[in-house]
């Protein structure tokens, strides 16, 4: 069981350029979850998906962040138009089944860097 | 809203000695309780989790930790600390039941042990 899989590591982008972040869940897991880390408001829920369907998007800034899963097997997070305040680590995690009260299993995370 | 605080940004101990880190949660209805670990550069690592039953719950590499409902708190403990427990610790809570399992974590404790 390799754990949850996030691609790249590190990215960075200039401002204003797209970015595309990926995430492998591990398998079996019916839930994916997206967060954002960052020095100044820690931890911050940002959308999540059960089997594929996404249900709670109530963290995704409104304007140029975007969440996909069109397979069981990875998610992404896609931000348009990237500004310096979206410079954080973004963490995926998965979890066996929510409805039994499985912890989430967090992937390496993510450095998005907007210069 | 739940809300989660960890009143000590920073906590340093001398190794060998003993360790509480402190949370405390605001919610409503049951909550179910987790302290994570965050080692430089990597994703959190689940410590331990509180869902049901006694109280105490003991986790990972010696980390127990206890609910106290009348307190709202879930405080973390470790009878003697190593150098490897150096680390950002994060405790978390979720919705018991329903439909939403996002996690509303604290800003975290950075915990230092000294030689």
Redesign the interface.
């Known amino acids: 069981n390799a754990g949850?899989i996030q691609t790249p590591r590190h990215k960075v982008t200039g401002k204003g350029q797209e970015a595309t972040l990926w995430c492998e869940p591990i398998s079996g897991h019916s839930?994916v979850?997206w967060?954002r880390q960052t020095i100044v408001q820690?931890?911050e829920?940002l959308t999540?998906f059960r089997n594929q369907a996404p249900?709670?998007d109530s963290?995704m800034p409104k304007e140029r962040f975007s969440a996909q899963m069109p397979n069981q097997s990875h998610s992404t997070l896609k931000i348009q138009s990237t500004q310096p305040q979206d410079s954080a680590v973004y963490?995926c995690?998965s979890?066996l089944d929510?409805l039994g009260?499985h912890?989430?299993?967090?992937?390496?995370?993510t450095r998005l860097t907007v210069l | 809203a739940q809300s989660v605080t960890q009143p000590d940004a920073r906590v340093t101990v001398s190794e060998g000695a003993s360790l509480q880190l402190r949370c405390k949660y605001s919610y409503s209805g049951t909550p179910?309780l987790?302290w994570?670990v965050q080692y430089p550069?990597?994703?959190?690592?689940?410590l331990l989790?509180y869902?049901s039953g006694d109280p105490v719950v003991q986790g990972v590499n010696g980390f127990e930790a206890e609910f106290i409902k009348s307190n709202s708190s879930f405080h973390l403990r470790k009878a003697s600390v190593h150098w490897s427990d150096s680390a950002v610790y994060?405790c978390a809570v979720r919705l018991?039941g329903g439909?939403?399992?996002?996690?509303?974590?604290?800003?975290?404790t950075l915990l230092t042990v000294t030689p």
């Open positions: 949850v839930a979850f967060y820690g931890l829920f999540y249900i709670d963290g963490l995690a979890s929510e009260g912890e989430q299993y967090f992937g390496p995370g | 179910y987790f994570y550069r990597q994703g959190l690592q689940l989790k869902y994060f018991w439909s939403n399992y996002k996690l509303t974590f604290g800003k975290g």
